[in-house]
């Protein structure tokens, strides 16, 4: 069985509790096998999910705003 990972940027998160909300919200989909958050209490968190099936972005963004918080837009290299 192969997995896949993806990392994106998530804004908001500032605590444990926030790792949690978001960790719990992202583990309930479909395929999800392990999710990693890398906390900046005071920026952008990184959070890598790994899963077993296809992720959709949406299915994504709708369980990160489930728990309260928002995938971060790319920054610009500008």
Known sequence: MSTQSVTIDVSGMTCGHCVRSVTEELTALPGVTDVAVDLQTTGTSRVTITATEPLSDEDIAAAI???G????P???LL
Do not use: C, G, M, V
């Not at 918080?69 to 971060?72: G, S, T």
């Open 69 to 72: 918080y928002a995938i971060a």
């Open 74 to 76: 790319p920054r610009s």
């Open 65 to 67: 705003d489930e728990a």
